[in-house]
């Protein structure tokens, strides 16, 4: 069973960057599509970004030209770094995988989550 670890999330005043990390478990990590999911307080849970196996990208409207999803398949891990990062951009991250290679923007089609990590901008 693959395992997600998320990480770099903190404090950061708008404007700001921030990298966020997600380390998966198995030997199969190529073969995933990745995901990046956020819920703000009060809010429901959020798509915000994909990579698919074959490296398509996708994302959100409200990050589009902000966020950047990468990932580095020989050490097991996604990226999403985060530019220009304004209040409303404040939640919890988590990464997600979806072993058939795919995901996409509902919740439901990933069966891997990570722990979450926490992100908060400063106005």
């Not at 030997?27 to 995933?32: E, L």
């Not at 995901?35 to 959100?60: C, D, H, N, Q």
Request: proline share 2%; charged share 20%; hydrophobic share 30%.
């Amino acid at each position: 069973q693959v395992q997600l670890v998320e990480s770099g999330g903190g404090l950061v005043q708008a404007g700001g960057s921030l990298r966020l990390s997600c380390a998966a478990s198995g030997r199969t990590f190529s073969t995933y599509g990745m995901g990046w999911f956020r819920r703000a307080p009060g809010k429901e849970r959020e798509f915000v970004s994909l990579i698919r196996s074959g490296g398509s990208v996708y994302y959100a409207e409200s990050v589009k030209g902000r966020f950047t999803i990468s990932r580095d398949n020989a050490k097991n891990t996604a990226y999403l770094q985060m530019d220009s990062l304004k209040p409303e951009d404040t939640a919890v991250y988590y990464c997600a995988a979806d072993p058939a290679g795919r995901g996409g923007s509902y919740y439901y089609l990933y069966t891997v989550w990570g722990q979450g990590t926490q992100v908060t901008v400063s106005s």
